[in-house]
């Protein structure tokens, strides 16, 4: 998240006299942004500089990499933008909704604005990878939530009472159901939810009092640390 703030730091070019790889990082305008990380191993900007001078990286990687980098070394805001939280330009999202302790749907869609044409797949990949639907999450006005998620048995409906049984979240069953619904994919919630340990918390008996049949439901002990670490396009 923290681009917006060092985008303004110093210009550091590349020197291509020593250059391994013939693609270059940032090739017009250099890193801007030598303090943000890139990739699953968070390397430096300014790092991974190196790593294209050094002979660290083939040349095959050097392309994948300067490719998918561009976000984090060296963004420019696009104008017009190509790429949006809710992939159609003329969807409308929920701006404000935001992840617990994390960013809001605006500022992610902001993210997006920085993508260049063709790219916009580097922005959904964190979150396609959790499979967690960002469009629905955003509420935008294109995407229905794909709500595969389930937890409880078709004899059982959600407390509306009982909290998930989680140390990292601090969330009511229906919060978790409705959070969960996001998932694309059963799978992906199966990575995420002990279903099981859920299960025994939160569901009841069908109309038993205090409870609702609005959501299917999950739980997750760890989807939200995955899906707060997806947020990020490093
Ligand atoms: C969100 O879910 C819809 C179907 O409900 C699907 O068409 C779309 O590709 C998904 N988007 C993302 C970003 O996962």
Request: proline fraction near 4%; glycine fraction near 6%; charge should be negative.
């Amino acid at each position: 998240m923290n681009f917006f703030l060092s985008l303004a730091l110093t210009f550091a070019a590349l020197s291509p006299a020593t250059a391994q790889c013939t693609t270059q990082l940032c090739p017009s305008r250099g890193i801007t942004n030598p303090t943000a990380e890139y990739g699953d191993d968070d390397v430096l900007c300014s790092v991974l500089a190196t790593q294209f001078t050094d002979g660290t990286l083939t040349e095959a990687e050097c392309q994948v990499i300067a490719n998918d980098a561009i976000i984090d070394c060296c963004p420019v805001k696009q104008s017009p933008q190509n790429c949006f939280i809710c992939e159609d330009a003329s969807a409308t999202f929920n701006a404000a909704k935001a992840f617990p302790d994390g960013p809001t749907c605006g500022t992610i869609d902001d993210q997006f604005s920085y993508l260049p044409a063709g790219s916009c797949a580097v922005g959904f990949a964190g979150f396609v990878a959790n499979g967690f639907n960002i469009s629905s999450y955003c509420e935008c006005s294109n995407v229905v939530a794909p709500n595969v998620c389930k937890v409880c048995d078709d004899d059982q409906d959600i407390s509306t009472t009982a909290n998930i049984p989680s140390d990292e979240i601090d969330f009511t069953c229906v919060e978790g159901a409705a959070y969960a619904s996001h998932f694309n994919t059963q799978a992906a919630c199966a990575v995420e939810v002990d279903i099981a340990e859920t299960k025994a918390a939160c569901c009841v008996d069908k109309g038993a009092s205090g409870s609702t049949s609005s959501f299917s439901m999950n739980s997750f002990a760890g989807a939200l640390m995955l899906l707060l670490a997806g947020v990020s396009f490093a």
